[in-house]
């Protein structure tokens, strides 16, 4: 049994696929009514599944901010019978590995096995019991919300976590999105397990359950897991519906910090995961701050002014507008600075757009860097998950280096125009110079 676990291991950490885009995805929905994503592997004796509910954080309300995050992390700690215990050894005794995914949206446990009949029967049925059959033991839980509220309380004193948590306040407002997604020390201590379990009930549903499922097992066989994942989930509908986002009210608000850099945040609503604009703002904010040092921004406020050591600009797409997020630390006496070139180049990329040589080399960046991303069953099952739970096109990794290549300068300048506006962004100081 070790041996296999020792194989397994070193199968995982050295073994680098092949491109998966020329891999089929195959999709069904199960009897249970489950929607189902499947990708045949035969190339290692490993099968990874992922099962995946809209119950993320903005499934949350304000007074019992932190449910859906406590109601993901209880899954595992005892199911069917078995103990918090007894579920760890389980899945030990095959080598068996349990992960869990939680965001904005979604909430999902995921399993990575070995493919063999007999390990594979064992760690599916321990999984199959977490998903389906939790138990929520009153002592655990207790226990889990205390470690929570501690973790929360320390927290409170980070920087970074101040910066983060007050910024999607100011971007979101009531939208549940700018909901913190592990709550609220108040809101967690009230928590009450009936709470939690209801909550299971009426999210972690047959009809809203996205299955998927990549490895070294037939499309027979991954029907009989999906089924089998699915068949005693609680009934319900599909899903939940999300407000639409709105442009936030603009904003700079600096907070009071002891630390000796300032950290510095700005946001604005994005991207949808389906958006039509997702490829040339994709591609667009490579130019401007996700590329690393090739990013006008790292350029302009660290490598010729040297004002910050890093600085980034992302899209964390979702349902609804995901943040736009620019972030930088800088030292407190020139933060100001930093923040004001921060934001004329943004102004500028968005007024003038990328020249063709930076978009030429941005694409040669996600083209080239893009085969690292599906170099493995576990990060392929990551894509799969998405896939299935956006109801993206079947075809999205054959897809993506193809729209890549499609983007042009114009797309991308009139995208960011349309889509971000400089003026109606808010900002998130902390540790400023002169607070408020």
């Known amino acids: 049994m070790h041996v296999m676990r020792f194989v397994f291991f070193l199968l995982s950490s050295i073994y680098a696929q092949w491109s998966f885009a020329a891999l089929p995805i195959e999709q069904w929905h199960a009897p249970s009514g489950a929607r189902v994503y499947f990708m045949e592997s035969r190339d290692l004796p490993i099968l990874d599944v992922s099962v995946d509910f809209s119950a993320g954080s903005s499934t949350d309300t304000p007074d019992k901010s932190g449910r859906a995050a406590l109601t993901l992390l209880m899954l595992s700690l005892g199911a069917g019978g078995l ?10 005794d095959v080598g068996a590995q349990l992960g869990a995914h939680f965001d904005r949206d979604r909430a999902g446990v995921k399993l990575r096995t070995l493919s063999s009949v007999q390990e594979r029967t ?3 049925d321990i999984f199959g019991r977490i998903v389906q059959s939790p138990e929520f033991a009153a002592n655990a839980l207790e226990r889990e919300k205390a470690r929570i509220m501690a973790a929360l309380n320390e927290a409170e004193t980070k920087p970074a ?4 948590r007050a910024l999607m306040k100011m971007l979101y407002g009531s939208h549940p999105y700018g909901l913190p997604s592990s709550g609220e020390i108040e809101s967690v201590s009230r928590l009450q397990r009936e709470e939690v379990v209801n909550f299971y009930r009426s999210h972690y549903t047959a009809a809203d359950a996205v299955v998927s499922i990549m490895g070294d097992v037939s499309r027979a ?5 999906a089924e089998s994942l699915t068949r005693e989930l609680p009934q319900g509908k599909p899903g939940h519906a999300l407000p639409e986002v709105t442009p936030p009210v603009a904003g700079t608000k600096r907070i009071a910090h002891p630390a000796s850099q300032s950290h510095i945040l700005l946001a604005y609503p994005g991207l949808r995961r389906d958006d039509p604009d997702y490829f040339p703002l994709l591609v667009g904010n490579h130019i401007l ?5 090739t990013s006008r ?3 302009e406020i660290r490598q010729k002014r040297g004002l910050a050591y890093s600085v980034h600009s992302h899209f964390s797409p979702l349902r609804e507008k995901g943040p736009f997020e620019i972030g930088l630390q800088t030292q407190k006496e020139r933060s100001e600075d930093a923040l004001s070139l921060t934001q004329k180049v943004l102004e500028d990329f968005i007024a003038d757009g990328p020249t063709e040589k930076e978009l030429a080399a941005a694409r040669q960046n996600i083209i080239g860097g893009f085969p690292l ?5 576990r990060k392929i ?14 075809t999205y990794l054959d897809d993506y280096v193809k729209a890549v290549e499609r983007v042009s300068v114009s797309q991308i300048k009139d995208a960011f125009q349309r889509r971000i506006n400089p003026a109606g962004m808010v900002t998130i100081v902390v540790g400023a110079a002169n607070p408020e």
């Open 373 to 377: 991303r599906i170099d493995s069953n």
């Open 381 to 394: 099952i990551g894509y799969l998950a998405m896939i299935g739970f956006y109801n993206l096109p079947l």
């Open 161 to 164: 976590t101040i910066g983060s």
């Open 289 to 293: 701050g996700g590329g690393g040092f």
């Open 83 to 92: 103990s918090e215990d007894q579920v760890d050894n389980a899945l030990a």
């Open 297 to 299: 921004l790292m350029e």
């Open 221 to 225: 066989e991954a029907a009989a897991i």
């Open 122 to 124: 064992q760690a599916l």
